[in-house]
């Protein structure tokens, strides 16, 4: 079962300000590649392009445009939908995956005081995301495997402007994927017996950014940059989201969580 946002829908883009969800998200890679593991998977998609920790208790049914490739319409919030799917398929759903967060602190790249809005916007995204991770464990069972997953740090793009107030900004996200948001999601998940999948250390987020490499058009830049560039449509759109590699390395990284058979 997969839930959260775009990331869990496979939202991809074609063009600057254009895109639309696919079946090249994790959630969808996740399935061929848990064969290997010894799971003959099927995915329920609950994902919703947009949500927000909020929205997935809050806000009723997802727009179909915002759907992953072949989800079932739902009316209820997210996240009372896939509870109520979890009550009547008890014991049948090895794995759920839940990426979700990102749309809540998006917007904190844009004020001034950056720390301060992700600070602030962490602690609605614990208390929201606890709310959330409990019913669904209660409505699951104990030996449903819970994956939650975070984000590349798409924000390093930023840098290959070259302008000071961007390569601030990448900084100080590096910073805040480390320090702030990543240790946030994975105590909410480990509050549920639930495994948390570093998406930014495996897409290079931590690597200091004075290690520089060569990337065309960009020249020389930091190499977590580059890999950045490289993984999602940030540099070349201005996109937020994985392209298909990038949504491999999210996908291994959730088959890697699952008990081995």
């Not at 996740?30 to 927000?52: E, I, M, S």
Request: with cysteine.
């Amino acid at each position: 079962m997969s839930l959260g946002d775009s990331y869990a829908a496979g939202q991809q883009a074609t063009g600057p300000g254009e895109g639309h969800t696919t079946r090249n998200g994790f959630a969808y890679q996740v399935v061929d590649d848990a064969v290997a593991n010894g799971y003959h998977l099927k995915l329920v998609n609950f994902g919703c392009a947009g949500a927000t920790t909020a929205s997935m208790l809050h806000d009723s049914g997802c727009a179909p445009r915002l759907l992953g490739p072949g989800a079932a319409r739902y009316s209820q919030p997210q996240a009372a939908a896939a509870a109520a799917f979890l009550r009547s398929h008890r014991g049948q759903v090895a794995l759920i995956t839940v990426s979700i967060g990102g749309n809540d602190v998006t917007g904190c790249a844009a004020v001034a005081n950056v720390v301060p809005c992700v600070a602030a916007a962490l602690k609605v995204i614990t208390k929201n995301l606890r709310t959330m991770l409990v019913r669904l464990r209660a409505a699951a069972g104990p030996s449903t495997v819970i994956v939650g997953t975070t984000y590349p740090d798409i924000f390093l793009g930023k840098a290959v402007s070259g302008r000071p107030s961007d390569l601030r900004l990448a900084k100080l996200s590096a910073l805040g994927f480390r320090s702030l948001i990543n240790p946030t999601l994975k105590a909410a998940y480990a509050a549920v017996d639930g495994k948390f999948a570093d998406v930014t250390a495996a897409t290079g987020g931590y690597v200091p950014l004075r290690r520089t490499t060569t990337l065309a058009p960009y020249g020389r830049i930091p190499v977590a940059v580059a890999k950045v560039c490289r993984l999602t449509y940030f540099c070349q759109y201005g996109d937020i989201h994985p392209r298909t590699d990038g949504y491999g390395i999210i996908a291994r990284l959730v088959v890697n969580a699952l008990p081995r058979r």
